[in-house]
């Protein structure tokens, strides 16, 4: 199963918003409403912050939110914070009691 | 307190094999299913396996990077779960994490990690 797909790096400056894609195939992302979206700062393990594609668990900050079409989900953060800056991972159920993570994406806050 | 600790990891030469524990606490161990994540330095996030609770068989998945070499197994009377992994690769050198899912399948619950270093 090959890793799904976001881009490399973000950027973004304060209170602005961005938007990180996560591209899979109809046999992941396209096929299971069970997307979600972890946070990493250097040296931490993951914070999930958006499961089945769309909701947030308690806790998360309503400016993340996300979303899915077709075989390619997103992760949207509005109003832009300094302590945004992170690694993000998406996450999809495969099939046959598998899971992949996409390859990351680095959010720089400008 | 809703917790996971590792613990296990070491410098190994590549064939050998070593074993990494999870101990869990604060929730109901015995009814969740428990995954293994690992990362290596600079890298990104790789799904390891699972092993599914009493109630679904103790079903095991695992990646097909692993998959014939790592074996995940559990003790509910001591709210651990483990990682076996054999005929270790240079490649596998990484930060191996437990997680748990909610009841959505989505991983809330991370250990801290524990390092594996194969060289």
């Known amino acids: 199963q090959s890793a799904l797909t976001q881009p490399a790096s973000v950027s973004g400056s304060p209170g602005q918003s961005i938007t990180i894609s996560c591209t899979g195939t109809?046999?992941?992302?396209?096929?299971?409403?069970?997307v979600s979206w972890y946070q990493q700062y250097p040296g931490e393990a993951p914070k999930l912050m958006i499961y089945?594609?769309?909701k947030r668990p308690s806790g998360t900050s309503n400016r993340f939110s996300g979303s899915k079409s077709g075989n390619t989900a997103s992760l949207t953060i509005s109003g832009l914070q300094a302590e945004d800056e992170a690694d993000y991972y998406c996450c999809s159920y495969v099939g046959s009691g598998t899971w992949v993570f996409g390859g990351g994406t680095k959010l720089t806050v400008l | 307190e809703v917790q996971l600790v590792e613990s296990g990891g070491a410098l190994v030469q590549p064939g050998g094999s070593l074993k990494l524990s999870c101990a869990a606490s604060?929730?109901?161990?015995?009814?969740?299913?428990m995954h293994w994540v690992r990362q290596a330095s600079g890298k990104g996030l790789e799904w390891v396996g699972r092993?599914?609770?009493?109630?679904?068989?103790?079903?095991?998945a695992y990646a097909a990077s692993v998959k014939g070499r790592f074996t995940i197994s559990r003790d509910d009377s001591k709210n651990t779960a483990y990682l076996q992994m054999n005929s270790l690769k240079t490649e596998d050198t990484a930060v191996y994490y437990c997680?748990?899912?909610?009841?959505?399948?989505?991983?809330?619950?991370w250990g801290q990690g524990t390092m594996v270093t194969v060289s």
């Open positions: 604060g929730f109901t161990f015995s009814g969740s299913a």
């Open positions: 997680t748990r899912p909610n009841e959505r399948d989505a991983f809330d619950i």
């Open positions: 109809s046999s992941d992302v396209g096929n299971y409403n069970l």
């Open positions: 092993i599914r609770s009493k109630a679904n068989s103790y079903a095991t």
């Open positions: 089945e594609g769309s």
